[in-house]
């Protein structure tokens, strides 16, 4: 058997199942900018409350690790005897974890750092 015909035989019906096409990277492509634009101009332009901006990119950051899972990481449930759905499933719970968590950090760090207008008011000063 030739080194070719190995190739061959190895490469092209395995290569569809384990890699995605050039279409599904262009999507994947296309969905990442879009999930990466909307956030940008959600806090360049202000249009909704610091909260809902906070909240919406972080919608946007859950969405687009899905994206990159499906198109790039080609995860779903119908491969590998569906492990890479649990693997799915661990990698949501994992990012819920750190992303609330980090909220809270960054809640509690503002909330406790800044200064309290009351204790650092130097108008109040003789």
Known sequence: MSAAHSHDAH?????EGAHGS???YVIGFVL?????????W??????LSDTLTAVAIMGFAAVQMVVHM?????????????WSLTALLFTIII??????????????????????PTVHDMSQMP
């Open 22 to 24: 050039m279409r599904d």
């Open 11 to 15: 490469g092209s019906d395995h290569a």
């Open 42 to 47: 959600l806090v360049m332009e202000r249009p």
């Open 70 to 82: 499906i198109f790039f990481l080609h995860m779903n449930g119908k491969q590998e005897g569906g």
């Open 95 to 116: 990012v819920v974890i750190m992303m609330s968590g980090s909220l809270w950090v960054m809640y509690h760090l503002n909330h406790n750092m800044m200064p309290h």
């Open 32 to 40: 990442s900018v879009i999930l990466t634009a909307i956030p940008f």
